[in-house]
């Protein structure tokens, strides 16, 4: 006998729960046009006025997915009353790994999404600080949560990528006097931009062994001391102008960097570290 009404019950958005379902009516060949899901159920109030429309049915085959045990047990309370059919899709579940580790279980519902959400969020967060890396393309400056400025090897790349796996979208611009930096620079609040330096003397040992890598020339203008004090000086103006913090990079590792701009993010830009920790 067909049942008369399937319901399904959620605390988050169901899709869990609803792939089970199909997959159990396909075990019968039965096909239900209109489960009756509810989702986002939150509290009892919220799930009273579900149960009161159960109680209007007959022969009814209720689902469930929530986490809260005051839900769980208000729910299953009410079943026994109006003797109505009851799975608990995540209890013998949440019960074995209860038993088997003596934890309890966390009760937050919709976990699962909220880890998929903060995946897919860094996932984007890389993608874009790849695309926007050594200022390919200024446009990405005015889409970043952060910007970072510096001369050739203060780590720019390498903190870009280490940002965004917090979640936080970098553009970082080269400074170099050859060239005026993107107008687009100018154009946000200098608490969103960062500029790194670092000593003549750690940037002329860095620049040296890039050539060597490259098999270039350790006396090429690049690594001459003089050719790396210009640009410190070009770059120290251009972050005046603007109006940014400066950070020395010559003793810190990426992560002590890092956490420099997360403290300074604290200070002047809640809404991003609030995203970086949620």
Do not use: W
């Amino acid at each position: 006998m067909k049942p008369a009404a399937i319901y399904l019950i959620s605390d988050s958005i169901g899709e869990t729960g609803e792939q089970v379902v199909h997959s159990i009516l396909s075990q019968y060949s039965l096909e239900v046009e209109n489960i009756k899901k509810y989702t986002h159920i939150l509290t009892k109030n919220m799930l009273d006025a579900v149960l009161i429309s159960i109680s209007q049915e007959r022969n009814v085959v209720v689902f469930y997915t929530l986490v809260q045990e005051e839900l769980r047990q208000h729910l299953t309370d009410f079943a026994e009353k109006q003797n109505f059919l009851l799975v608990d899709i995540l209890g013998n579940g949440l019960a074995a790994i209860a038993q088997a580790t003596s934890l309890k279980p966390l009760g937050e519902p919709g976990i699962i999404r909220k880890m998929d959400r903060e995946y897919f969020n860094r996932i984007e967060a890389i993608e874009f600080s790849v695309r926007y890396d050594d200022g390919k393309d200024p446009r990405g400056i005015l889409k970043a949560d952060l910007v970072i400025l510096g001369v050739s090897r203060t780590s720019k790349t390498p903190l870009s990528m280490y940002l965004a796996n917090k979640n936080i979208r970098v553009a970082n611009v080269p400074l170099f006097p050859e060239s005026e930096p993107p107008k687009e620079i100018y154009q946000i609040s200098p608490t969103k931009v960062i500029g790194l330096t670092n000593t003549p003397e750690k940037l002329n040992s860095i620049r040296k062994e890039r050539l060597k890598t490259l098999g270039l020339p350790q006396n090429a203008s690049y690594a001459e001391m003089n050719r790396i004090l210009e640009e410190l000086e070009y770059a120290d103006k251009i972050m005046k102008r603007i109006g940014c913090l400066v950070i020395d990079v010559s003793n810190n590792a990426i992560e002590e960097t890092a956490n420099l701009i997360f403290d300074y993010m604290k200070k002047t830009n809640t809404a991003l570290i609030n995203k970086n920790e949620s």
